[in-house]
């Protein structure tokens, strides 16, 4: 059964950097065709992609946001740590990690989110 | 920055037949695969639709889905209050190299 969880800071200021983790179990990040992805969604608002890591340690960023996200994967831990620099009010989102099956270019399992607040 | 233009709303009697529409372009649903999440408000989307039509194990078969050209749509006959939900669909965008979901569907059960 596949299973992940996302942790971290509920409150961050302006400017701040924001660090995220994915914790997941019931699948390994050195399996082939595999990945984990992270996306947001602000308050009454759409789904928003902005990352994904493959197995292979491949790595995708949504090109608005590129210059401030980073995407890494601990195998070992079976962690992804996500990280967004400068954060702004308009970062405010409930941010959520999935397992990507590459194959159906799927994300079919889904963390239950974190919300986030950037707020001074 | 939704690229994928869905119908803001929808709604249905117990019973009845609901269908969304999503419309994107050659660079996403005219190249690739379409998926579509329910998301249940307070809670997580979860995988309804994967590869244009296919449904994951568990999803009642009330759920299916097509995709032309450059559009996709999702149905759901016998519409039942629990399907009361957000729908997004979503497909990979090779010009922007980006997942890009819908704009969001509210499906209201009168």
């Known amino acids: 059964q596949i299973t992940l969880k996302e942790s971290g800071p509920t409150l961050v200021k302006p400017t701040q950097t924001l660090m995220l983790t994915c914790t997941f179990s019931?699948?390994?990040?050195?399996?082939?065709?595999?990945?984990v992805g992270w996306i947001r969604q602000p308050p009454g608002k759409a789904l928003e992609w902005l990352a994904l890591?493959?197995?292979?340690?491949?790595?995708r960023y949504s090109p608005s946001l590129k210059s401030r996200l980073t995407i890494t994967k601990d195998t070992a831990k079976n962690q992804v740590v996500l990280t967004l620099t400068n954060v702004d009010p308009v970062d405010t989102a409930t941010y959520y990690c999935?397992?990507?099956?590459?194959?159906?270019?799927?994300?079919?399992?889904w963390g239950q989110g974190i919300l986030v607040t950037v707020s001074s | 920055q939704s690229v994928l233009t869905q119908p803001p709303s929808a709604s249905g009697t117990p019973g009845q037949r609901v269908t969304i529409s999503c419309s994107g372009s050659?660079?996403?649903?005219?190249?690739?695969?379409v998926n579509w999440y329910q998301q249940v408000p307070g809670t997580a989307p979860k995988l309804l639709i994967y590869s244009n039509n296919q449904r994951p194990s568990g999803v009642p078969d009330r759920f299916s889905a097509s995709k032309s050209g450059t559009s996709a749509s999702l149905a759901i006959s016998g519409l039942q209050s629990e399907d009361e939900a957000d729908y997004y669909c979503a497909a990979w965008d090779d010009s922007l190299n980006v997942e890009v979901f819908g704009t969001g569907t509210k499906v209201t059960v009168l």
């Open positions: 890591i493959y197995w292979d340690d491949g790595k």
């Open positions: 050659s660079s996403n649903i005219g190249s690739n695969t």
């Open positions: 019931g699948f390994s990040l050195s399996t082939s065709a595999v990945g």
């Open positions: 999935s397992h990507r099956r590459i194959a159906a270019a799927t994300f079919d399992y």
